[in-house]
């Protein structure tokens, strides 16, 4: 069969993330199973028009700041005539609308929906076009299927108008083959805070930094080191300054992330929202606990006492304590640790694909069934 999937990256953009890896490891294990697949991604510098990434089709038109309007464009110049069996659409920022425009089944692929916390990462302008965007989805995919990644995301889409049984959680996955505990690879010989991920400013990194006094008044060799690069990077700096034991790493190779995963005493988020928290379980399958916010999406992928701990948002004596907490705390370091890998080894992507394929099935058997009664 011949798939279309769209989404503003792909996963050799600079910028993508936990989203682009989620749909990126479902669309190469169809490929994998003997069917094509094409994806329709925007532009970077540096990125080829065209190029096979494991077997998927990339083709890169328009930026990364037009492409709701320029994959639309792409795709009627150049794909509409191709008999695609399923258009998958990723929304994770502006909507692509493709009901309105492929005339072919369309399943909806939803890590999550900014909603009002648009306004805490973008200007006012900015924010309010998402904002406006994604008020129109209950409308516009009112009979679409959805896959999402988290009980969280299925509750907001629900919240929205959107019928509950059309909408499949199908978790994400980990791969085992790289975040694994390694005995070589010691616990750091000072108490390690990290935090990975997109420097943005919902992403609460800011947070972080300012609980460090706290967290260092209580355990003086604390340090909190961020890795990762993005739009928030230069304010979070300026913010930075002078704060003892914060080190901005910006971007590390994979090797040297999945090194830093181990070598943490705890990794931490303190997000406004998320869809799930991937580096959360990644963070787990390689022997570590976390502690995050008590937002949605990370309450899913945290289990509180057992793999990490949660805390209130915007609660930063809270956010601090639980960090000491988790540092002075040897003993419950452990258990935690212990939980953390139990579930993140329940986490497959070959589990996520699978559960993916089967709803790709329904769907297609549904669209068969309505064209005939259509006809």
């Excluded at 910028?15 to 532009?43: N, P, Y």
């Excluded at 920022?93 to 492929?102: D, E, L, N, Q, S």
Aim: charged share 25%; aromatic share 8%; hydrophobic share 45%.
């Amino acid at each position: 069969m011949r798939f279309l999937a769209f989404n503003w990256r792909d996963p050799h953009h600079p910028e993508a993330g936990g989203a682009e890896v989620h749909l990126h490891e479902i669309l190469r294990r169809f490929v994998a199973r003997g069917h094509e697949v094409t994806q329709l991604a925007s532009g970077f510098p540096g990125g080829a028009a065209e190029e096979v990434v494991d077997g998927v089709r990339v083709l890169r038109r328009g930026t990364w700041y037009n492409a709701n309007w320029a994959l639309r464009r792409a795709y009627e110049r150049e794909l509409a005539q191709i008999d695609f069996d399923l258009v998958l659409e990723d929304i994770n920022k502006v909507p692509f609308f493709t009901p309105a425009f492929v005339r072919r089944p369309v399943l909806a692929v939803v890590p999550h929906l900014f909603g009002t916390a648009v306004f805490t990462e973008a200007s006012w302008p900015l924010a309010a076009y998402v904002y406006a965007h994604e008020l129109l989805i209950p409308r516009v995919y009112r009979r679409t299927p959805f896959l999402v990644i988290s009980e969280s995301t299925r509750a907001d889409l629900v919240a929205r108008g959107l019928p509950a049984e059309q909408i499949r959680v199908v978790p994400v996955g980990v791969d085992h083959g790289t975040y694994f505990p390694d005995p070589e690879v010691p616990k750091s010989t000072i108490p390690l805070i990290v935090h990975l991920g997109r420097i943005r400013r919902y992403k609460g990194i800011q947070s972080l930094v300012e609980v460090m006094p706290a967290v260092r008044a209580r355990v003086p060799e604390a340090e909190l080191w961020v890795v990762g690069t993005g739009p928030y990077a230069p304010a979070l700096a300026r913010r930075a300054r002078g704060v003892a034991g914060v080190r901005l790493l910006g971007h590390r190779p994979q090797a040297e992330v999945v090194d830093l995963l181990r070598r943490a005493w705890v990794v931490a988020s303190a997000s406004v929202k998320e869809g799930w928290g991937l580096t959360m379980i990644e963070a787990n399958a390689c022997g570590t606990p976390v502690v995050a916010t008590r937002v949605p999406g990370l309450v899913d992928a945290v289990i509180d006492g057992e793999t990490g701990l949660l805390v209130p948002f915007g609660d930063r004596e809270a956010l601090a304590g639980a960090l000491v907490t988790v540092l002075e705390d040897g003993e419950l370091r452990q258990q935690l640790a212990d939980g953390a890998r139990r579930f993140a080894q329940s986490f497959t992507w070959e589990r996520a694909a699978e559960e993916a394929w089967a709803l790709v099935e329904s769907v297609l058997e549904q669209a068969r069934l309505g064209a005939r009664v259509g006809r």
